[in-house]
């Protein structure tokens, strides 16, 4: 079985938002909806037209996610972290002079929103429990995107590491996973070890349910909302829409019956 890890694991956006929501409140800035969707929306486009946006393991790093990256250990050049360290003040100023505030408590800011992004690292309600069900009959392989030492940071700190049998990465494999080389290099996996994919499970349309309909496998599409309109390019693809992790079924035969399946 395939797993997502943001917004599948362990919260995401939710995180996210209340993180700016204390960041602001620390500045003094108000934390009304139409000055949360104007940093957010400031945090998306400078990440965007940032240098190394689209360079190497950076390339599938959401803007929110480059304002808390590792400076330690990253395995990116100096240069580069430099400019991301300067990015998220850069970020912050930018949002403190929308409101009419004073841009030199940037620095603050920054400093304010990795201390409360990285302190909401919590797996989500009954994912460990979940993980160690599947894992009876399963091994449990995790997708996601982003920078791999930042990946796998948040991994750890949740304790989900051991839950999984394999941690694919964007950043390591070179492609995000919507991209079809990332399913090639599952089927890859796959093959050299005699496996076949049981289910694919996240909450991203574009990106889980794309690497589905690539590799040809069921999904198990995650929308806490209810209803959602999630679909394939894939018609072969199934596709079916479940609230939390803890709803995914794959029925596979017993172990001593079956051939081993992911």
Avoid at 141 to 159: D, E, F, S, V
Avoid at 223 to 228: S, W
């Amino acid at each position: 079985m395939i797993i997502d890890l943001d917004d599948t694991l362990i919260e995401d956006v939710q995180a996210v938002r209340a993180s700016i929501v204390q960041t602001l409140s620390t500045v003094a800035l108000p934390t009304d909806g139409e000055t949360i969707e104007l940093a957010l929306q400031l945090i998306r486009s400078m990440w965007k037209a940032h240098p190394h946006r689209h360079n190497g393991p950076l390339s599938h790093v959401s803007g929110w996610e480059a304002l808390w990256l590792p400076r330690e250990n990253a395995e990116l050049p100096g240069p580069v972290i430099e400019s991301l360290r300067q990015h998220e003040i850069q970020v912050w100023a930018a949002i403190l002079a929308s409101r009419e505030a004073d841009p030199a408590r940037a620095t603050t800011a920054a400093q304010t929103y990795r201390s409360f992004r990285n302190d909401l690292i919590r797996p989500l309600p009954d994912t460990q429990a979940t993980l160690a069900l599947l894992h009876r009959n399963h091994r449990l392989w995790l997708a996601t995107n982003g920078l791999p030492t930042h990946q796998q940071r948040k991994l750890a700190k949740a304790g989900l590491t051991g839950s999984f049998d394999r941690i694919l990465v964007s950043g390591d494999v070179g492609a995000a996973k919507s991209n079809p080389a990332f399913a090639s290099a599952i089927m890859r996996e796959l093959a050299r070890e005699g496996l076949r994919v049981c289910l694919v499970v996240g909450d991203s349309i574009t990106q889980d349910l794309q690497l589905a309909s690539n590799g040809g496998w069921a999904a198990a599409h995650i929308c806490p909302a209810g209803a959602c309109d999630g679909t394939v390019t894939n018609p072969e693809t199934t596709v079916t829409h479940i609230r939390s992790l803890s709803q995914v079924t794959c029925k596979c035969p017993p172990p001593a019956l079956r051939r081993s399946s992911l």
